[in-house]
């Protein structure tokens, strides 16, 4: 596999269950992102990790709760969501977590995980 | 706060036409900035990064440019196809971040008619 991956790319869950939404990135890089795009709004980030650090949180509910075990892998635990958290959740990895590369620094998307919460 | 907004939300043309997408933000102290594609149901594609020092950068039939002092960039689509029909997105970093963040606009939704 080469790129970011992501899994399940579809969920539907109940406001009380719990679920594990999982991203991997197989490029080397050493900066994770998780990103909320809900209909007819921007893109929002929730969090970044740089070198396995949570360098942003991004005032997000604690009802989502991140987690990086390494560089290569990024998961968002979820519990107890409301249906307001229905949307489309994209993973993305940099080479580095902070601006640098002389301004050519880019991020590189996984395809998402569209969750329906009920 | 950096704001970025895309003109128009969504655009139909037919094949063969060539056209103009719009990106704006409010501060003019950027890194640089991104174009992105998005299918339906999809991740993003990045499409062109032109750095804070550039004007334009080109792939294939997509040229964006970039003027920092009115705080604009476009994408011109030459002779647009079917499959070129998708959001683009554009992007700028957050430049009073300490890590890297970026701040999209709503995307315009490009539909290209055969």
């Known amino acids: 596999e080469t790129g970011v991956t992501q899994t399940p790319r579809h969920l539907v869950m109940g406001m009380t269950n719990k679920k594990s939404l999982k991203c991997e990135q197989h490029?080397?890089?050493?900066?994770m992102y998780w990103y909320k795009q809900s209909a007819k709004k921007p893109l929002e980030l929730m969090f970044v990790?740089?070198?396995?650090?949570?360098?942003e949180n991004n005032s997000v509910p604690s009802r989502f709760s991140p987690e990086c075990p390494n560089s290569s892998h990024l998961f968002l635990h979820l519990h107890t969501l409301q249906p307001e958290d229905s949307a489309l959740y994209l993973c993305a990895s940099s080479q580095e977590g902070r601006l640098a590369g002389g301004g050519s620094e880019t991020q590189y998307f996984g395809p998402g995980t569209r969750l329906l919460v009920l | 706060k950096q704001e970025v907004t895309q003109i128009p939300a969504a655009l139909s043309v037919p094949e063969g036409e060539n056209l103009v997408l719009n990106c704006s933000f409010t501060?003019?102290?950027?890194?640089?900035l991104q174009w992105f594609r998005q299918d339906p149901g999809k991740g993003l594609t990045s499409l062109l990064l032109i750095q804070s020092s550039q004007r334009e950068q080109t792939s294939g039939r997509l040229n964006a440019s970039l003027d920092k002092s009115s705080g604009r960039s476009t994408l011109y689509i030459a002779a647009s196809q079917p499959g070129d029909s998708a959001t683009y997105l554009c992007a700028v970093p957050d430049s009073g971040a300490g890590s890297y963040q970026l701040t999209f606009g709503k995307g315009t939704k490009l539909s290209v008619i055969p």
């Open positions: 490029l080397g890089h050493n900066a």
């Open positions: 501060d003019s102290a950027i890194y640089n």
């Open positions: 990790y740089n070198f396995k650090e949570q360098t």
